[in-house]
C-alpha cells in the first residue's frame, strides 16, 4: 500500500510489512465459504494482557492494564487459517510481523480521519469505505473526530477479531484479517460515551493535577487478492470506531 502524505517512508515501511509474495490456493483446500465476521466475545476459559508503564523519577508511574478473555476455540481457529495462508498463499506469512503493519497503518488512518484528509486515504481504503467515511466524518461534532486518532504509542492492545479465505463469483481469492484495537485518547469526551472499556485519570506527579484518558475501541478489516497478477497490497475495507463514527 502507497500513501500520499508527509511521512511517506513510514507508509512504504508499511507496505513493505503488509505486503507478501502471492501464493496460489488450490480450490479443494479454500474455506467452503466465508463466515460471518466476529465481534470480540468474552468467555471464561483464556486471559490475555497489555499494560503501559511510565518511568519517570518526579512523580508516581502512570500504568494502564487492559485485560481481554479469549475464546480457545476462536484462538484454534484463527492459527488454522493462518496455517492455511502460508501453506498456501505466502510461505513467509507472519502473524506477528503483520499486526505491526496492521497498528502502523490503523494509527496512521485514524490520524487522516481525525484531520477529514480522505483524499489521502485513497490507496489504503477501499472506495465503498471510503465514500461512507466522507460522509460520516462531515457530520461528527470535533470532539468525536479527535477521539478517532490513534498515536502509535497509545495503542494498549491489539488482536485479531476473524480471519477469512474465500473466493468471489468470479474465482478470486481473498484473504481478510479484522484486526481489533484498543487505544487510549485525550479528547474531551463525556465520561458517559458507551462503547468504551473504561474511563482511567491518569495521575502525573501531583494528586491535584489529573489528566482523563479513555480507553476507546476500534476495529480494521485489511483484505488481500490472492488472484493470480493481482497486486500484493492490504486494503482497508472495514473501519468501525464504536459509538464515534456511526
Known amino acids: 500500500m502507497?500513501?500520499?502524505c508527509a511521512a511517506p517512508g513510514r507508509v512504504r515501511w508499511?507496505?513493505?510489512?503488509?505486503?507478501?509474495?502471492?501464493?496460489?490456493?488450490?480450490?479443494?483446500?479454500?474455506?467452503?465459504?466465508?463466515?460471518?465476521?466476529?465481534?470480540?466475545?468474552?468467555?471464561?476459559?483464556?486471559?490475555?494482557?497489555a499494560s503501559s508503564a511510565g518511568s519517570g523519577t518526579d512523580g508516581p508511574q502512570r500504568?494502564?492494564?487492559?485485560?481481554?478473555?479469549?475464546?480457545?476455540f476462536a484462538w484454534l481457529r484463527t492459527r488454522f487459517y493462518y496455517l492455511l495462508i502460508r501453506l498456501y498463499f505466502d510461505h513467509e506469512f507472519s502473524i506477528e510481523e503483520f499486526t505491526r503493519g496492521a497498528k502502523q497503518a490503523f494509527s496512521v488512518v485514524s490520524?487522516?480521519?481525525?484531520q477529514r484528509k480522505l483524499d489521502l486515504l485513497e490507496e489504503l481504503v477501499s472506495a465503498e469505505v471510503l465514500q461512507v467515511l466522507k460522509e460520516k466524518i462531515s457530520l461528527l461534532p470535533d470532539s468525536h473526530r479527535d477521539?478517532?486518532?490513534?498515536?502509535?504509542?497509545?495503542?494498549?492492545y491489539t488482536t485479531e477479531g476473524d480471519v477469512r479465505i474465500y473466493y468471489d463469483d468470479d474465482g478470486r481469492k481473498f484473504v481478510s484479517i479484522l484486526m481489533c484495537f484498543w487505544y487510549l485518547n485525550g479528547?474531551?469526551?463525556p465520561d458517559e460515551v458507551p462503547g468504551e472499556a473504561k474511563v482511567f485519570q491518569i495521575v502525573f506527579g501531583d494528586e491535584n493535577k489529573k489528566e482523563k484518558k479513555?480507553?476507546?475501541?476500534?476495529?480494521?478489516?485489511?483484505q488481500r487478492e490472492f488472484t493470480e497478477g493481482a497486486k500484493p497490497d492490504?486494503?482497508?475495507?472495514?473501519?468501525?470506531?464504536?459509538?464515534?463514527?456511526?
Open 2 to 4: 502507497a500513501l500520499r
Open 14 to 49: 508499511l507496505a513493505r510489512a503488509l505486503a507478501g509474495s502471492a501464493r496460489l490456493l488450490p480450490p479443494a483446500a479454500a474455506a467452503p465459504g466465508p463466515p460471518s465476521p466476529a465481534r470480540t466475545r468474552p468467555l471464561q476459559l483464556s486471559s490475555r494482557f
Open 63 to 72: 500504568r494502564v492494564v487492559v485485560v481481554r478473555i479469549t475464546s480457545p
Open 111 to 114: 490520524k487522516l480521519l481525525s
Open 147 to 156: 477521539a478517532l486518532a490513534a498515536d502509535i504509542d497509545a495503542i494498549m
Open 187 to 189: 479528547a474531551n469526551l
Open 214 to 222: 479513555h480507553l476507546l475501541t476500534a476495529n480494521y478489516e485489511f
Open 234 to 246: 492490504w486494503t482497508i475495507t472495514r473501519i468501525e470506531h464504536p459509538r464515534l463514527l456511526e
